[in-house]
Nanobody, 125 residues
Framework: QVQLEECGGGVVQTGGSLRLSCLVS????????MGWFRQRPGKAREFVAA????????YYADSVRGRFTISRDSAKNTVYLQMNSLKPEDTAVYYC??????????????????WGQGTQVTVSS
């Protein structure tokens, strides 16, 4: 059974940066497409960014494109989300998720196989 463990959340001022990490264990990392989702208070969980199992393709929500960067390190079984130019509307619980043997470019929360426990990101104005 795969385990996903996020870290790196915290409190930051508007315009600041944070880097989230997600350590993956229990499955072959190179078979997993990885995604980051977030859930704001009173809102549904939404897609933020994803990276293909190969690392060659990345995908972003319009709201974060140009500010956030997703990457993966196969040697460390870890996926990252570098978040720059943070805004108060980025405040949410951020979740790491995986999907095995998926080569498409559309990521829905309902289609992900496994999830981390989430990490809180708070951007103060």
């Amino acid at each position: 059974q795969v385990q996903l463990e996020e870290c790196g959340g915290g409190v930051v001022q508007t315009g600041g940066s944070l880097r989230l990490s997600c350590l993956v264990s229990g499955k072959t990392f190179s078979n997993l497409s990885m995604g980051w989702f977030r859930q704001r208070p009173g809102k549904a969980r939404e897609f933020v960014a994803a990276i293909s199992w190969s690392g060659y393709s990345t995908y972003y929500a319009d709201s974060v494109r140009g500010r956030f960067t997703i990457s993966r390190d196969s040697a460390k079984n870890t996926v990252y989300l570098q978040m720059n130019s943070l805004k108060p509307e980025d405040t949410a619980v951020y979740y790491c998720a995986s999907r095995q043997y998926y080569s498409g470019g559309v990521f829905h929360a309902s289609q992900m196989d496994d999830w981390g426990q989430g990490t809180q990101v708070t951007v103060s104005s």
